[in-house]
Every structure is written in structure tokens, then in C-alpha cells.
């Protein structure tokens, strides 16, 4: 009987649409939007191809809920820290989407296709919700929020993208070379070249070689936003600097 019960359970969890869910989460971290089919799915879940379709109509759709699932996540993640001011909060967001990006290394292209595809579906939204308030909470007038949220909004996705795309090219590096070599070789790259025709590529070689990614994305976001401020809130220019650490 306990055996039977816990049978029952198994597949109650297996057909349930959270957990069909979870499990292309788990094969698209694990293989790429190429590895997520139908047949993996049954696979992994134990059951059968109709049980999936009775929750999730087609591929697109799937992609379309574990990219909601991902992003739902990453907003929800609290800092260490709570955060304290309109600027932190924005900072948070984008950080639990960062990481994001790069731990589950489909989800740049999809966060991609959300925004140009399906502006209306829960992604895009959830997203723009979060940076929004925030950027309301700074004080922007109405007028200016749709823009100053889009800066932020296409910069931390596309920043985040990049530095996805740099973690997956550094896998793919020889064996025994890391990131430093990695950085180091570009650098010296850049210093020889011609110094006419490349004079600023060769003064910030070394600041390249040397630059901390996360440091690097955290920068760009205060440049957003200190130039929101600058623009809109002229008399509230020196409080998007971070907090002393």
C-alpha cells in the first residue's frame, strides 16, 4: 500500500505543470534549447508524451514558462543587504538578473525573444514593473518613465548577455588557461597595436586586462542612472553614488 501511495505521488509531481516546468528548466540548463524535446521531457519525467501535452501545448510554449519561471526567480531574490533607497532596489533587480544570465545560459536569447515577440506576456512586464517602480520612487517625471526605465532595463539585459556570453567562451578555452591569461593575452594584444590608428584601445588595455566584471556591470547601471538623475532630478545628482563600503 505505502509502496502504491508513493507511486501515486511520483506521478501526481511528474504531471503537475510546475514540475514539467522545472524539469526544461533542468534540460536547458544542461543541453540548450536543443536539447529540450518532448521525448527528453517523458524521459526525464517518467511519463508519457499526453500527459505533458495536457499542461503544455508545444516547445514554444514550454520555453515561454521556464523563461518565466527563471526571471520570476530572479526578481523575487533578496539581497543581503535590504536595500534602503530607489537606487539599491534597481541595483538588486539587476543583480538577480545578472546572475541569473548567467547561471542558466539559454536565458539571454529567450529574455531576447520575450522582449521583441511577446511584450505582453508575463516577462517583459515583470521586468519592467520592477525597474519602474523604482525609477517612479526616484521622483522621474511620468513623462520620462517609459524611457529611463527602457536604459536601464536594455542595459542590464544586454550587459548581463555579454558577460554570458564571455563566461561560455571561457569554457571553451584551452585546458589549463583561465580568465587572467585569458584577459592578459587580449591586453597585450590591444597595447601592440598601431598607436595612430588605435590611441584609446591602447591607453585602457590595462584597465581591460585588470577590470571585475560584476564591478564593471554595477558601474554601468550608476552611469544610468546618474544620468537620469542628472537629467530629471538636477538637484539630486550626488545621491546615485553607491554607499561606502
Do not use: C
Request: hydrophobic share 40%.
Amino acid at each position: 500500500m505505502a509502496t502504491r501511495t508513493r507511486r501515486s505521488q511520483r506521478r501526481t509531481e511528474a504531471l503537475s505543470r510546475e514540475r514539467i516546468v522545472e524539469a526544461a528548466v533542468e534540460l536547458l540548463d544542461a543541453t540548450g534549447e536543443g536539447g529540450l524535446t518532448f521525448r527528453a521531457l517523458t524521459e526525464r519525467l517518467a511519463t508519457g508524451p499526453g500527459a505533458i501535452y495536457w499542461h503544455v501545448a508545444n516547445k514554444d510554449e514550454l520555453l515561454d514558462a521556464a523563461t518565466g519561471a527563471v526571471v520570476t526567480a530572479a526578481l523575487a531574490t533578496e539581497p543581503a543587504e535590504p536595500p534602503d533607497s530607489p537606487q539599491d532596489r534597481i541595483r538588486a533587480v539587476a543583480f538577480g538578473l545578472f546572475d541569473a544570465i548567467e547561471d542558466h545560459p539559454w536565458l539571454s536569447t529567450q529574455l531576447a525573444l520575450q522582449l521583441s515577440r511577446n511584450p505582453w506576456g508575463s516577462v517583459t512586464p515583470g521586468i519592467f514593473e520592477s525597474i519602474g517602480q523604482q525609477v517612479r520612487a526616484l521622483g522621474v517625471p511620468e513623462d520620462s518613465w517609459f524611457t529611463a526605465t527602457s536604459a536601464l532595463v536594455h542595459y542590464i539585459l544586454g550587459a548581463a548577455r555579454q558577460n554570458a556570453a564571455n563566461t561560455a567562451s571561457a569554457r571553451t578555452l584551452a585546458p589549463g588557461v583561465d580568465r587572467a591569461e585569458f584577459l592578459d593575452a587580449a591586453s597585450r594584444a590591444w597595447q601592440e597595436l598601431d598607436p595612430d590608428d588605435y590611441p584609446f584601445i591602447r591607453a585602457v588595455a590595462a584597465q581591460m586586462r585588470e577590470h571585475d566584471d560584476r564591478e564593471q556591470f554595477l558601474a554601468g547601471i550608476d552611469l544610468v542612472l546618474t544620468g537620469i538623475t542628472a537629467l530629471h532630478l538636477p538637484g539630486e545628482q550626488g545621491r546615485t553614488s553607491r554607499p561606502a563600503t
